[in-house]
């Protein structure tokens, strides 16, 4: 079986999501193979960070289902009934995604390290020497291995997230999901956690990236999908969705945000 024969590792199957009445989500499906970076670009309100919520069920889809691996995310099948899921059982769904937000979300009141061991702890139930080994592990591998026992508070906003990402990986995820983890860095700090990200994509990690740094989605997504008004308008390589859009909208979206 070839690379493009195997079965994705995420489908998305005509999701659809309303708040209040107004759509969001317009019957969308979308597949991402193993180790594949796909960048969701497009206006504020296209429906990206939800789209992305939905994979690990933090929205819950009106219709439409969501596969990992080949699991109902969020769901068990009994008969031909689908029945939502405790939140016990969602958790270890949810341990194969690992998710970073825009805010980085760490508790203020333990350190780098306790961060990252505490759900590895919790849902994996590793001892406290395996998981701070590999607190330690990822810590040097997003370059904060001298903060590992900084607080929150000590860290830079850059330096937070890449603690987050480090937590995120303790999980040992199928696949990374980002929702537009520079958005709330200062200019300067960007760079720090683009860098970790591109060399996740050079190693094959999965990742589901809401991002607004074009120069980044042209450099390491392998495919790149342009959002808008919660439908799927374009997607393709980045050479070309990025770089020769074939739909207007396409162009005039890039034609700003590029300027």
Known sequence: MTESEAPPIVSLLEIRKAFRGTEVLGGISLDVRSGETVCLIGPSGSGKSTLLRCVNHLETPDSGVVLVDGEIIGYQRRGDTLVELGSRELAVQRAAMGMVFQSFNLFPHLTARENIVAAP???????????????????????????????????????????????????????????????????????????????????????????????????????????????????????????????????????????
């Not at 937590?167 to 956690?193: G, I, Y």
């Not at 991002?211 to 919660?230: I, K, N, P, S, Y």
């Open 121 to 259: 702890c919790r849902v994996l139930k590793l001892s406290k020497a395996e998981a701070n080994e590999r607190a330690e592990r990822l810590m040097d591998r997003v370059g904060l291995s001298h903060k590992l026992d900084s607080y929150p508070e000590k860290l830079s906003g850059g330096q937070q997230q890449r603690v987050a990402i480090a937590r995120a990986l303790a999980m040992r995820p199928k696949v990374m999901l980002f929702d537009e983890p520079t958005s709330a860095l200062d200019p300067e700090m960007v760079q720090e956690v683009l860098g970790v990200m591109r060399d996740l994509a050079g190693e094959g990690m999965t990742m589901i990236i809401v991002t607004h740094e074009m120069r980044f989605a042209a450099d390491v997504a392998d495919r790149v999908v342009f959002l808008d008004g919660g439908r799927i308008v374009e997607q393709g390589p980045p050479e070309q969705v990025i770089h020769e859009p074939v739909h207007d909208r396409t162009r005039a979206f890039l034609s700003k945000v590029t300027a």
